[in-house]
């Protein structure tokens, strides 16, 4: 793989400081790369420090330590100017709740073009009404849509109304932070499906962040899970799921529930529990698995799981 | 398994509408449910089928706006006392006698998002008691003790010490955990779960699942699961109901909606599930969107979008045809009709429920 990675992230850490004794480390140390045109899928449960990575990134938060390099430039630290101005129109995110991130009491045609408005990404008023249209069109809205307001959508629509939003300023990477989780199974699909047809036809990156796996498996290339801010175990899609060594991931694979009855009624769940396992990942480094699957654990843990 | 099978809830051509500003929504139409002893039923639809309203209509929840147009929900029970049964129709039910006879006491709910459900500015043991000493008049001592009880059942260690907790001090799954533990506290016969994992992750959604299931063997409870997730549905349902529209389209036991599906909308449900084994490009979803239910429907509601509609489903309702075979299995679609023409479902669905149903066999 010659080609240079879109966003490389390289040890980032997230500390929260709650008061003078104490701080939370959200993300402690985690590093992954995403091409061109993939999708990395961020996995894990609640409280593992998922959507912090992603805020991180896209820096809604100030790293504590660690860099972030976006095509080719550190955007961890101070930014110049130029340098925000790449990273606010190159990146953007989607959001988990589609009502709660859209302005009530502006229009769509509003909302869409706020970005190209900051930016003054179009000459004439014309050429701002025809970007927002043809936004519309590629996420399956009409023209028509423009004049009205969020809540005369529905959740389905209203995501499809974020996703344009994102897609407008033509991003080469996508933050989407649980961005199908409060939709319905047959609107997740479409919007899934919708996702994916975008990214071909413009290549754009994606960095999906979810708790649902079966969807994750569905659209990513890679995954990673993370736990406790660790990022525990790494490899592309067909690795993790076909071959889980880390504990954790086990029991998150084990998790999913499968609509068989037969098969669902007779399974339990695997658990698993940080404190009681003797696992510490402050003492585990990266092992090789194989390809580009890599676990996180000490020499005796590795050997072992690997049985 | 011939045993007598006790009727707890019955329910029949319950029709709910809404005002709104544009007009009545007809968001319940003619709705027929049975609930039995220890049982669990699902009521599995897209957001806005109406199967919210459905179980908040039983619980006498509906909002100022809406109204019971007809139908009835009748409950039966054994009088605590002299053990003779007894059964009334709740939907004419006044509110206060709802309020000190059917809810939290014979019919308990849980909420979707925990958060929401409890009371931030309260302990969560005196939340528990709460409706302990309302219903039955129970001194705080011996509310107190019940509390201990049912925060270990459901599941809780350090018991004396949570009890002294907020809300916000707890995670998502143990606020869940406290919710269950207060729809418990009354002993109802009832237990409606409405979307009670979707606000939780895969891990703890399992470990809450299966509390669920282990309290309703302890208790002898009677489940309601509303949720758009099968996973969940294929984990817990005996008996599953398809919801579109405000109207049950499609009813039988898990078995036969999972491994023999004859409504085209249940099988465009299953075959939009994401599924570990499958490898395809694009997941299927059911063409156009679900229908406005402030206009007249004409015909059977989901016509528009099924590619197999024949020309009487945009004239007439289709009524509920029984599958040949099967007491329980019901399918409200002209395709079930005798002189309709043979439509088998597609055919990638069909090689997945062989798929399914080859791996169900294997773990038996």
């Given at each position: 793989?010659?080609?240079?990675?879109?966003?490389?992230?390289?040890?980032?850490?997230?500390?929260?400081?709650?008061?003078?004794?104490?701080?939370?480390?959200?993300?402690?140390?985690?590093?992954?790369?995403?091409?061109?045109?993939?999708?990395?899928?961020?996995?894990?449960?609640?409280?593992?420090?998922?959507?912090?990575?992603?805020?991180?990134?896209?820096?809604?938060?100030?790293?504590?330590?660690?860099?972030?390099?976006?095509?080719?430039?550190?955007?961890?630290?101070?930014?110049?100017?130029?340098?925000?101005?790449?990273?606010?129109?190159?990146?953007?995110?989607?959001?988990?709740?589609?009502?709660?991130?859209?302005?009530?009491?502006?229009?769509?045609?509003?909302?869409?073009?706020?970005?190209?408005?900051?930016?003054?990404?179009?000459?004439?008023?014309?050429?701002?009404?025809?970007?927002?249209?043809?936004?519309?069109?590629?996420?399956?809205?009409?023209?028509?849509?423009?004049?009205?307001?969020?809540?005369?959508?529905?959740?389905?629509?209203?995501?499809?109304?974020?996703?344009?939003?994102?897609?407008?300023?033509?991003?080469?990477?996508?933050?989407?932070?649980?961005?199908?989780?409060?939709?319905?199974?047959?609107?997740?699909?479409?919007?899934?499906?919708?996702?994916?047809?975008?990214?071909?036809?413009?290549?754009?990156?994606?960095?999906?962040?979810?708790?649902?796996?079966?969807?994750?498996?569905?659209?990513?290339?890679?995954?990673?899970?993370?736990?406790?801010?660790?990022?525990?175990?790494?490899?592309?899609?067909?690795?993790?799921?076909?071959?889980?060594?880390?504990?954790?991931?086990?029991?998150?694979?084990?998790?999913?529930?499968?609509?068989?009855?037969?098969?669902?009624?007779?399974?339990?769940?695997?658990?698993?529990?940080?404190?009681?396992?003797?696992?510490?990942?402050?003492?585990?480094?990266?092992?090789?698995?194989?390809?580009?699957?890599?676990?996180?654990?000490?020499?005796?843990?590795?050997?072992?799981?690997?049985? | 398994?011939?045993?007598?099978?006790?009727?707890?809830?019955?329910?029949?051509?319950?029709?709910?509408?809404?005002?709104?500003?544009?007009?009545?929504?007809?968001?319940?139409?003619?709705?027929?449910?049975?609930?039995?002893?220890?049982?669990?039923?699902?009521?599995?639809?897209?957001?806005?089928?109406?199967?919210?309203?459905?179980?908040?209509?039983v619980m006498g929840?509906?909002?100022?706006?809406?109204?019971?147009?007809?139908?009835?929900i009748?409950y039966?029970w054994?009088?605590?006392?002299?053990?003779?049964?007894?059964?009334v129709?709740i939907?004419?039910l006044?509110?206060?006698e709802l309020q000190s006879e059917i809810r939290g006491r014979k019919i308990a709910?849980?909420?979707?998002?925990?958060?929401?459900?409890?009371?931030?500015?309260?302990?969560?043991?005196?939340?528990?008691?709460?409706?302990?000493?309302?219903?039955?008049?129970?001194?705080?001592?011996?509310?107190?003790?019940?509390?201990?009880?049912?925060?270990?059942?459901?599941?809780?260690?350090?018991?004396?010490?949570?009890?002294?907790?907020?809300?916000?001090?707890?995670?998502?799954?143990?606020?869940?955990?406290?919710?269950?533990?207060?729809?418990?506290?009354?002993?109802p016969?009832v237990?409606?779960?409405?979307?009670?994992?979707?606000?939780?992750?895969?891990?703890?959604?399992?470990?809450?699942?299966?509390?669920?299931?282990?309290?309703?063997?302890?208790?002898?409870?009677?489940?309601?699961?509303?949720?758009?997730?099968?996973?969940?549905?294929?984990?817990?349902?005996?008996?599953?109901?398809?919801?579109?529209?405000?109207?049950?389209?499609?009813?039988?036991?898990?078995?036969?909606?999972?491994?023999?599906?004859?409504?085209?909308?249940?099988?465009?449900?299953?075959?939009?599930?994401?599924?570990?084994?499958?490898?395809?490009?694009?997941?299927?979803?059911?063409?156009?969107?679900?229908?406005?239910?402030?206009?007249?429907?004409?015909?059977?509601?989901?016509?528009?979008?099924?590619?197999?509609?024949?020309?009487?489903?945009?004239?007439?309702?289709?009524?509920?045809?029984?599958?040949?075979?099967?007491?329980?299995?019901?399918?409200?679609?002209?395709?079930?009709?005798?002189?309709?023409?043979?439509?088998?479902?597609?055919?990638?669905?069909?090689?997945?429920?062989?798929?399914?149903?080859?791996?169900?066999?294997?773990?038996?």
């Amino acid at each position: 793989m010659s080609e240079q990675p879109i966003l490389e992230v390289k040890n980032l850490k997230q500390y929260f400081k709650v008061s003078r004794k104490f701080t939370v480390k959200a993300v402690d140390g985690i590093s992954f790369k995403i091409m061109p045109g993939q999708t990395y899928g961020l996995v894990g449960e609640s409280g593992s420090g998922k959507s912090t990575t992603g805020r991180s990134i896209i820096r809604l938060y100030k790293p504590t330590d660690g860099e972030v390099i976006f095509n080719g430039k550190n955007i961890s630290g101070q930014m110049t100017k130029e340098e925000l101005k790449l990273l606010r129109t190159k990146m953007q995110m989607i959001f988990q709740d589609p009502m709660a991130c859209l302005n009530p009491r502006r229009k769509v045609m509003d909302i869409i073009a706020e970005g190209l408005d900051i930016h003054k990404e179009y000459k004439t008023e014309q050429e701002r009404e025809q970007k927002v249209y043809d936004m519309l069109e590629l996420v399956g809205l009409s023209k028509e849509h423009a004049n009205r307001y969020p809540h005369q959508f529905s959740g389905g629509q209203r995501q499809r109304i974020g996703i344009a939003r994102a897609l407008v300023m033509r991003p080469q990477l996508v933050i989407a932070d649980e961005a199908i989780s409060a939709l319905d199974v047959s609107i997740q699909a479409q919007v899934v499906n919708l996702m994916k047809k975008i990214q071909k036809k413009t290549n754009t990156a994606y960095l999906f962040i979810a708790h649902d796996l079966s969807m994750v498996k569905y659209i990513s290339d890679h995954i990673g899970v993370l736990h406790l801010g660790h990022l525990v175990e790494t490899g592309t899609t067909d690795e993790i799921f076909n071959n889980p060594i880390h504990p954790y991931t086990k029991s998150l694979l084990s998790a999913i529930p499968e609509p068989n009855p037969r098969v669902e009624k007779t399974r339990k769940s695997q658990s698993y529990d940080y404190e009681t396992s003797g696992i510490d990942y402050h003492k585990g480094t990266e092992h090789h698995v194989e390809g580009t699957h890599y676990v996180l654990a000490t020499d005796e843990e590795f050997a072992q799981w690997t049985k | 398994m011939e045993q007598q099978r006790e009727r707890i809830l019955k329910i029949r051509n319950l029709n709910i509408s809404f005002k709104t500003g544009n007009g009545k929504v007809n968001a319940v139409r003619g709705v027929n449910l049975d609930l039995y002893k220890g049982e669990t039923i699902a009521i599995v639809g897209e957001s806005g089928s109406g199967k919210s309203v459905t179980t908040k209509a039983v619980m006498g929840l509906l909002a100022n706006n809406g109204n019971i147009d007809s139908g009835m929900i009748e409950y039966h029970w054994n009088d605590e006392y002299t053990g003779e049964p007894k059964t009334v129709d709740i939907c004419q039910l006044s509110e206060k006698e709802l309020q000190s006879e059917i809810r939290g006491r014979k019919i308990a709910m849980v909420f979707q998002d925990p958060m929401t459900s409890l009371n931030p500015t309260m302990t969560i043991g005196k939340q528990i008691m709460e409706p302990m000493i309302y219903h039955y008049k129970k001194s705080k001592k011996e509310a107190y003790e019940k509390a201990l009880e049912l925060l270990e059942l459901v599941g809780i260690t350090d018991a004396e010490k949570r009890m002294k907790n907020y809300p916000h001090q707890l995670s998502g799954g143990m606020r869940q955990r406290i919710v269950i533990a207060i729809a418990l506290s009354c002993d109802p016969y009832v237990l409606i779960c409405d979307e009670p994992t979707t606000a939780l992750d895969v891990t703890i959604q399992a470990k809450i699942l299966e509390l669920i299931q282990d309290i309703q063997k302890k208790k002898q409870l009677s489940v309601i699961y509303i949720t758009h997730d099968l996973g969940v549905v294929a984990k817990v349902a005996d008996y599953v109901n398809v919801m579109y529209a405000g109207k049950i389209v499609e009813t039988g036991t898990i078995d036969e909606i999972f491994y023999d599906p004859r409504h085209p909308y249940t099988w465009g449900l299953l075959s939009s599930m994401p599924d570990l084994d499958t490898d395809d490009d694009v997941l299927y979803t059911i063409p156009g969107s679900p229908p406005n239910l402030s206009h007249e429907v004409q015909g059977d509601a989901f016509a528009p979008r099924n590619e197999f509609a024949l020309n009487i489903d945009f004239k007439e309702e289709p009524p509920m045809f029984e599958v040949p075979g099967s007491k329980s299995h019901k399918v409200a679609s002209w395709l079930m009709h005798p002189n309709a023409p043979k439509v088998e479902m597609p055919e990638s669905l069909k090689k997945r429920l062989q798929k399914m149903k080859e791996k169900g066999d294997a773990k038996e």
